[in-house]
């Protein structure tokens, strides 16, 4: 079994366990072990990429550098996590002159960004292959009308994250139409979900978030596919008041179902696993 | 010993502002050496070069140092003087006190000291200096011209008219290029074509004037005033003497493909003639896109052609190559659009009603697919709603060009104001980010277009383009009043960059003309000779040395003439003498010079196994000369001796 190493981050131990424990039993079907590292920290959120706090990187250059420790590459999950460890990678590669205060801080160990950091969506394209992936969809999700959501982190400033297209991106819509799941297009893809404005200023995820949901549903969506908890979690804030808001789920979760996986071994609550299967053309087998 | 004399100039307070001159030349003067140190308030004036001229004369100097600003501004004076006064201009040096220390000390005694060190270095050089003749070299007295745009007309023309022989390489089976696409030029609104046509039609009779089309520069040998070069020219399978352009052949072509002349807005046949003015006025046959020649395959055009008793068409012509000789090149390769579907935020070739400014222009047009009426092209109604997009992937260093393409605020204020005299009750919005119209009735031309009712200017961005019930949103910003704004488009225009023509990089390293980091042809220096290119001999007329509107191409295009003209007035050359030299006896023939050298100027003799250096070809960069293991290859007046001389100056 391929196995990687795996930086799971705060909101995947509290917000979003879901996430991570989708993750993992995606990856153990996928025959691809997320091995958890040893002693991480948080990544330090928005904060850590202020170019002119050299202060907020001590954070994510000390979980790289334990992260080196034991792996060459480094699997992240949350797109916020991603974009921070990401960028604290190429920095430290690219500008020698911070990552020296750096490293004199840090103390720890010099660290000059000799990691590879990997969003698992890129794992899953690059490593383990979307042609893979649908060979081994058991249950493959028939012409389920999903709408793959990417924020703004998991894709900018694309000169470091690489990842994808900026503007139209096509990894997830892949990925969901590997397992079967007819992707809709709809013009919100990439709008920001209003990140930590859901603290002091609510009434602005109210209208980001709840353009992009109206966009996703008028478009036809009858679920939204994410990649990031705070995304997830702004996304359902701008529902609270509707008596039926649109399901929003992590991409490991509508691959688990594809992949067999059961409802307790992705983490998914009995309304978003009801709504998975009434959009469903053909019903989940169930697989002994 | 040399009789040498030290002149220091003051320029006003740019050096004496500094420098101490007075000490200077009392410190100068204290050389053995030197006969006669002075000083004066602008030596290059009348009376400050009469003060050197006499100086020379009365002292019989035999050589003079001229301690001024960069030789690259006066060099070429003081030596005239020095040979005007009698004496050989390589006795003459420039010791260089402006830019290289009183522009760049500000501390008057360090300043001083470094000037006499500078002074000292050129006085122990010139001491050692040969007297040295010209190099006299041929010049064969025609000219090739690569590229058939305005630039190139204008340029062939120019030179055509001064009684040389031209050849017009163009690519494509027209002349006439970018601006036989335009439909009105700015700021007059004078249709392109009419004030092209002409042009084109004289290039077409000129006797000067061998027109290839269809040919590309495979090859170039040679040096100024003496290339060598080989054309391809591919064969256009229909003789342009015969064809009266009746059409019969297009006709009967069962081949569609996209239109290049129309930005691909309409179809055009195999056998086609690019437009109604093309010059040649002849049909050509695209055998790239052709079923294919073997009558068994087709041959529906020759059959057509041979059923009206002619005989145009010849499916079993050749390509040509032609060997030609010319005394210099005029590259005018001119500019394409930059690729739109880079810039997925726009959603260009996602969405058939995002379109770039060219299809625009072209549907602006009298000849145009639409004869001149704007229209929608998903469902080809006239649209009323239009936006244009400035600076479209331009100034953007980070994702697509970082330079401003100059002409783009021109054509979007024209763009819009010829679509709201085609479509009185629409609405035009220009988003930009700041209005560039530096240029004779530029600005004036602008302000009228925001003045006109149903055009709105709102500056900002635009963040993002996409179809919501057959309607382009417009995502953008006006920064003026501090809000988003989104419009609800029928129609939007990109204004996207310009950049080299596809095969400029590679004619580039044919003809070794440098390229700039935006992979434009590169002058050899950017405001004193910005019509050549560092490579003798090599001119640069229009948007291929940078991007550039019409009046601008044309004015660079009768420059870069005047240049080869300047060429061509004598039937010889005079190159600087200043080359490298081998000492026979000393070269082993190791062939260590021969790669060093960037000019191909260095070849081994065969018979005697000894380096060679071709003078004419030689720019006297000294790279083989420190490559040389055996000290065998020398630069004159740049030797070993005289470099440790004025090494030894400094150290004392």
Same mark, same amino acid.
């Given at each position: 079994m391929q196995s990687y190493l795996y930086f799971p981050g705060c909101s995947l131990r509290t917000a979003a366990k879901d996430f991570d424990v989708s993750a993992k039993a995606c990856g153990q079907a996928l025959g691809t072990e997320l091995k958890e590292m040893q002693g991480w920290l948080c990544c330090g959120a928005v904060c850590t990429n202020m170019p002119d706090n050299l202060m907020t990187q001590a954070g994510p250059n000390r979980i790289l550098a334990r992260a080196r420790r034991e792996s060459n590459s480094l699997v992240t999950l949350c797109a916020g996590c991603h974009n921070v460890l990401k960028r604290t990678s190429i920095q430290a590669k690219r500008n020698h002159e911070k990552q020296e205060k750096i490293n004199d801080f840090n103390e720890e160990e010099v660290f000059n960004g000799e990691i590879n950091v990997y969003h698992l969506l890129e794992v899953l394209r690059d490593f383990v292959g979307f042609d893979t992936i649908k060979t081994k969809a058991k249950t493959p999700l028939q012409g389920l009308p999903v709408a793959a959501y990417y924020g703004c982190l998991l894709l900018r400033p694309f000169r470091e994250m690489?990842? %994808? %297209?900026?503007?139209?991106?096509t990894v997830i819509e892949d990925l969901l139409e590997s397992i079967g799941c007819s992707p809709i297009d709809y013009p919100s893809r990439t709008e920001c979900c209003g990140s930590y404005l859901s603290v002091p200023a609510p009434e602005t995820i109210q209208r980001l978030s709840g353009d992009i949901v109206q966009s996703a549903r008028s478009n036809g969506a009858k679920m939204i596919v994410v990649s990031c908890p705070l995304c997830k979690y702004n996304l359902e804030l701008s529902q609270n008041h509707n008596p039926s808001p649109m399901p929003i789920v992590y991409f490991t979760q509508v691959l688990g179902i594809a992949l067999g996986l059961s409802q307790q071994e992705l983490g998914l609550d009995d309304s978003h696993y009801h709504a998975i299967r009434s959009n469903l053309q053909t019903p989940i087998v169930k697989v002994a | 010993m040399k009789r040498v004399g030290v002149f220091v100039c003051h320029c006003g307070l740019n050096i004496a502002g500094t420098v101490n001159v007075k000490e200077l030349v009392e410190q100068a003067g204290k050389g053995s050496d030197i006969v006669v140190a002075a000083d004066h308030k602008y030596l290059c004036s009348e009376p400050g070069q009469a003060l050197v001229r006499d100086s020379i004369k009365q002292q019989r100097l035999d050589a003079i140092v001229v301690a001024a600003c960069s030789p690259a501004m006066h060099e070429v004076t003081f030596k005239n003087l020095a040979q005007s006064s009698g004496m050989n201009r390589h006795q003459c040096e420039i010791a260089n006190i402006r830019e290289q220390c009183s522009w760049v000390h500000e501390d008057s005694i360090t300043a001083t000291a470094k000037a006499n060190l500078i002074v000292r270095q050129a006085v122990e050089k010139v001491k050692l200096n040969e007297s040295l003749d010209p190099i006299s070299v041929p010049v064969t007295r025609r000219v090739i011209v690569v590229g058939g745009g305005i630039a190139g007309i204008r340029a062939a023309l120019d030179i055509a008219s001064s009684g040389y022989q031209v050849y017009l390489v163009e690519k494509? /089976?027209?002349? /006439? /290029?970018r601006m036989a696409q335009l439909s009105e030029t700015f700021p007059t609104l004078d249709c392109s074509t009419c004030i092209l046509g002409p042009l084109m039609v004289e290039v077409y009779r000129h006797p000067n004037i061998k027109l290839l089309r269809l040919a590309q520069i495979e090859e170039v040998k040679g040096f100024i005033g003496n290339f060598k070069v080989r054309v391809r020219q591919e064969a256009a399978f229909v003789d342009e003497k015969q064809c009266n352009s009746c059409g019969e052949c297009t006709k009967v072509c069962p081949v569609e493909i996209p239109n290049e002349f129309d930005s691909g807005l309409t179809w055009r046949k195999a056998i086609y003639v690019p437009f109604a003015q093309a010059v040649p006025p002849a049909y050509v046959l695209d055998v790239k896109n052709c079923l294919g020649l073997l009558p068994l395959a087709c041959g529906e055009c020759k059959k057509a052609c041979d059923k009206l008793g002619m005989s145009c068409i010849n499916l079993d012509a050749q390509p040509q190559i032609h060997e030609l000789e010319v005394g210099a090149i005029v590259l005018a390769t001119g500019f394409q659009l930059y690729d739109a579907t880079q810039l997925s935020e726009y959603g260009y070739g996602i969405y058939p009603n995002v379109m770039t400014s060219l299809e625009f222009e072209r549907m602006l047009s009298a000849s145009g697919p639409t004869s001149g009426i704007p229209i929608r092209p998903s469902d080809g109604r006239v649209p009323r709603d239009v936006v244009f997009i400035q600076c479209a992937g331009q100034r953007e260093p980070e994702t697509a060009l970082p330079y401003c393409s100059k002409i783009c605020c021109m054509y979007t204020a024209k763009h819009a104001m010829l679509f709201h005299h085609k479509v009185p009750d629409g609405q035009a919005y220009v988003f930009y980010m700041d209005i560039r119209a530096g240029g004779k009735g530029y600005e004036e031309f602008v302000k009228r277009c925001q003045e006109e009712k149903g055009l709105l200017y709102l500056r900002g961005r635009v963040a993002k383009v996409y179809e919501e019930n057959g309607k382009l949103m417009v995502n953008g910003v006006d920064t003026l009043s501090g809000k988003t704004v989104q419009i609800k488009a029928d129609l939007v225009v990109l204004a996207v960059g310009m950049i080299p023509t596809l095969g400029s990089h590679e004619l580039g390293s044919i003809s070794k003309a440098s390229m700039d980091a935006n992979g434009f042809f590169a002058e050899a220096h950017p405001k004193l000779r910005p019509l050549e290119s560092p490579t003798a001999g090599i001119f640069l007329a229009g948007a291929g040395q940078a991007p550039k509107d019409i009046p601008e191409t044309v004015a660079q295009a009768s420059g870069a003439a005047s240049k080869a003209l300047q060429l061509m007035s004598s039937p010889t050359l005079e190159r600087e003498p200043t080359v490298a030299h081998v000492t026979e006896e000393f070269c082993s023939g190791c062939r260590i010079c021969v790669p060093s050298c960037p000019y191909e100027a260095i070849s081994v003799n065969p018979k005697t196994e000894v380096a060679e250096v071709s003078a004419a070809l030689c720019e006297g960069c000294g790279t083989c000369a420190a490559s040389c293991p055996s000290g065998a290859l020398t630069l004159r007046n740049m030797t070993d001796a005289q470099m440790l001389a004025m090494i030894s100056a400094v150290e004392r």
């Open positions: 690489q990842l %994808d %297209d900026p503007h139209r991106p | 494509t /089976g027209t002349i /006439g /290029g």
